[in-house]
C-alpha cells in the first residue's frame, strides 16, 4: 500500500459514501484511479465492508455493557462453541477471546436489564464451562470510533 492507498482508505473511513468524484477531491488524485484503488483494496481484504454505523439509542438498544468471561476449560472444542453461541446473539455487537484472567470479553448494547439478565441466563448461567462473567456498564463514552490508522 502507498500513500494513496493510505488516504483512500482514510478518507472511506470517515464517509463510505463519497462518490469516486468526491474521493478522488478529497484524498488528490482522479475518479478512474480511485475507482481502480477502491476495487483492489477491496479485493486483498484491506476495505471490507461499506456500512452504515447505527445510533444504538436511537434503535431502542441504550444499555452499553461490557462483558468480561472467565470459563473453566479453554480447549478448541470449548471456545468454539461459545463462539458459536454469541454469535447468535443479537445485542452482543463485539466478541473478543482474550489472553489474561479472562477468555472473552463481548460488548453489548442492551434494549433494557430485563434483555441483559435473560442473556446472562442463557450464555453464562446454563453453561457449565463459565466460571465468572463481571459486566461493566458505560455510563460515558469518551471515544467511539471504528477508523483503523495505520502505525
Do not use: W
Not at 434483555?115 to 465468572?132: H, I, K, N
Amino acid at each position: 500500500m502507498d500513500e494513496l492507498d493510505l488516504r483512500i482508505v482514510a478518507a472511506l473511513q470517515v464517509d463510505g459514501t463519497l462518490t469516486k468524484a468526491e474521493l478522488a477531491e478529497a484524498v488528490g488524485s482522479t475518479p478512474s484511479t480511485c475507482l481502480r484503488r477502491v476495487a483492489e483494496l477491496r479485493r486483498t481484504g484491506v476495505l471490507k465492508a461499506c456500512v452504515y454505523l447505527a445510533d444504538p439509542t436511537k434503535l431502542g438498544r441504550s444499555i452499553r455493557a461490557v462483558i468480561t468471561v472467565t470459563t473453566r476449560n479453554h480447549t478448541k472444542d470449548v471456545r468454539l462453541s461459545f463462539a458459536s453461541r454469541i454469535s447468535g446473539e443479537p445485542a452482543i455487537t463485539q466478541a473478543f477471546g482474550v489472553t489474561g484472567d479472562q477468555d472473552a470479553v463481548l460488548i453489548g448494547h442492551f434494549g433494557d436489564m430485563e434483555e441483559y439478565q435473560a442473556l446472562c441466563d442463557r450464555l453464562f448461567d446454563s453453561d457449565p464451562d463459565v466460571v465468572r462473567y463481571t459486566t461493566l456498564f458505560a455510563v460515558e463514552t469518551y471515544k467511539e470510533t471504528t477508523k483503523i490508522t495505520p502505525p
